[in-house]
């Protein structure tokens, strides 16, 4: 299966930032969740939770016949994801600033693969800079219209 190709939305400044508002975006491209990938997430935020590393035991005694991703973990792809398909520049500095709304309605099996789309309903100026609110939703390959994660990441941008 073919990938599209993304293309890179360069903006510069709290003008361009601005024009960003109502703007979607994605979706990614697919993103398979195997169990390295499981695993690594697992030693790096100190869950160790049978479900998620413990592939015989979840093929056993586990209700989606595999191992299945934390959900954190995919939320954790979002930003990264988000940066292919836009740079921002033009500030003093550019960081997470939260995560908010965010829900797991479906269950990603080892061996799935994922992607995201976003939108950005608003762009705010706040106090030193601009806050840009992303709606995020993470879209499971085969699975229909449910996604598997979906919230929201807010980046502040400082002037």
Known sequence: ?????????????????LALA???LGPSRWVTIDQERIDTFARAVDDQEWIHVDVERAKAEGPFGN???????????????????LEI????LSVNYGINKVRFPATVVEGSRV?????????TE??????????????I??????????????LRHLT
């Not at 520049?89 to 003093?92: H, Q």
């Open 126 to 139: 706040v106090k030193g800079g601009y806050d840009v609110p992303i709606d995020f939703k993470v879209e």
């Open 22 to 24: 109502g703007r979607e």
């Open 89 to 92: 520049t033009g500030f003093r």
């Open 141 to 154: 390959e085969g699975n229909g219209e449910k996604p598997a994660a979906a919230g929201q990441i807010v």
């Open 1 to 17: 299966m073919s990938e599209a190709t993304i293309e890179k939305l360069h903006v510069n400044g709290p003008e361009e930032l």
């Open 67 to 85: 191992t299945i991703a934390h959900g954190l973990l995919l939320v954790a792809l979002a930003p990264p994801l988000l940066h292919e398909h």
């Open 115 to 123: 992607r995201v789309h976003f939108t950005i309903p608003e762009v």
